[in-house]
């Protein structure tokens, strides 16, 4: 079983910038037998979207709206994944949620924002304008 932790959700202004991180409790993501992750987000009455993925070499893809501001990454030595996020919109504003899967069909994740097996609490992110 893979437990994940988000960390780093908070309030910021439009403009601002904020690193999610994704830690996996107890396992590593290569021995845990995981070859997909991923950041997914969330408000209230809308549907899960995908925002960006990796794979355990370090392949990603982003979503089209954070294409140019947001920045999946990976640390194996630290099992720790992570999300950096620049120039936030209001439009931002969301639930944010780290998920895993030992699927190898990893881009097409990133359209399925609720197959992942594994799900980390969620961290807050809320942008003001």
């Known amino acids: 079983q893979v437990q994940l932790v988000e960390s780093g959700g908070g309030s910021v202004e439009a403009g601002g910038s904020l690193r999610l991180s994704c830690a996996a409790s107890?396992?590593?993501?290569?021995?845990?037998?995981?070859?997909?992750m991923g950041w997914f987000r969330q408000t209230p009455g809308k549907g899960r979207e995908g925002v960006a993925i990796?794979?355990?070499?370090?392949?990603?893809r982003h979503a089209d709206s954070v294409q140019g501001r947001f920045k999946i990454s990976l640390d194996n030595a630290k099992n720790i994944m992570y999300l950096q996020m620049n120039s936030l919109k209001p439009d931002d504003t969301a639930m944010y949620y780290c998920?895993?899967?030992?699927?190898?069909?990893?881009?097409?994740?990133?359209?399925?924002?609720?197959?992942?097996?594994?799900w980390g609490q969620g961290t807050q992110v809320t942008v003001s304008s």
């Open positions: 998920a895993a899967d030992p699927t190898q069909l990893c881009p097409q994740l990133l359209d399925r924002p609720t197959a992942a097996n594994y």
């Open positions: 107890g396992v590593t993501f290569s021995t845990a037998g995981v070859y997909c």
């Open positions: 990796i794979d355990i070499i370090g392949r990603t």
